[in-house]
């Protein structure tokens, strides 16, 4: 089955800085690459997705770009800020299975 | 975008009874619907997976006679814990796919947290 694994696993930024979280997934069939923000207790929300047609995406301070031959893609925040302290996931899909596997996650500190 | 119900959001139990969690899309079809199980700190663990109409299908290591879920149309599925213990207290998620075109993007329910006393 699909092997996702996330780098790093926390992550502590000074509000302002950048930070950038790694998904690498092991099937080569997926040709669509989400991410997910997920604060405690609630239901995770999607804040960008990309498709393997696609290199990079960008909205506003959110970014995802993606290599598909070496299987990974990284999710890019520019000027963070305390609002997005936060566990963030990545979940890889459209391999030879119909179901979205999360990464291992990231929790995200940014730092006032 | 399309929205997906949860209920309960919270439930306690005592050890030995049955608990069962809906999920609901409120405005489409869900031709597939996922439930995810979440402990603390850690990622959503795949379950199963449910078709409107069949037999849903497990993760491996989750029991089907433990965990029943039933999806008997386009926008219900429910799971039930049978005989709940107090290492089944978890936060349950479910999540739906569904429209005219399967883009991978899933609408997740606000989720149920368990307690098992």
């Known amino acids: 089955g699909e092997n996702v694994e996330q780098h790093p696993s926390t992550l502590s930024v000074q509000e302002g800085d950048s930070a950038v979280i790694k998904c690498t997934y092991s099937?080569?069939?997926?040709?669509?690459f989400p991410w997910y923000k997920q604060e405690l207790g609630k239901r995770p929300q999607l804040i960008i997705d990309?498709?393997?047609?696609?290199g990079e995406k960008k909205d506003q301070r959110i970014a995802v770009t993606l290599n598909k031959t070496a299987k990974h893609f990284s999710l890019h925040i520019t000027e963070t800020q305390p609002e997005d302290s936060a566990v963030y996931f990545c979940?890889?899909?459209?391999?030879?299975?119909?179901?979205?596997?999360f990464g291992t996650g990231t929790l995200l500190a940014v730092q006032p | 975008g399309a929205v997906v119900s949860q209920h309960p959001s919270r439930v306690i139990c005592k050890s030995g009874t049955s608990v069962k969690i809906e999920c609901r899309s409120l405005?489409?079809?869900?031709?597939?619907m996922f439930w995810y199980r979440q402990f603390p700190k850690k990622s959503l663990m795949l379950m199963a997976t449910?078709?409107?109409?069949?037999?849903?299908?497990?993760e491996q290591g989750v029991e089907k006679d433990k965990f029943l879920i039933n999806h008997a149309s386009l926008t219900l599925s429910t799971l039930t814990v049978t005989s709940a213990h107090p290492e089944d207290s978890s936060f349950y998620i479910c999540?739906?796919?569904?429209?005219?075109?399967?883009?991978?993007?899933?609408?997740f329910g606000e989720g149920s947290r368990l307690t098992v006393l």
């Open positions: 449910s078709n409107e109409g069949s037999k849903a299908t497990y």
């Open positions: 999540s739906a796919r569904g429209g005219r075109t399967n883009t991978g993007e899933l609408f």
């Open positions: 979940a890889p899909y459209g391999g030879a299975t119909n179901k979205l596997i």
């Open positions: 099937d080569s069939a997926s040709n669509y």
């Open positions: 405005d489409f079809q869900a031709t597939t």
């Open positions: 990309i498709r393997s047609n696609v």
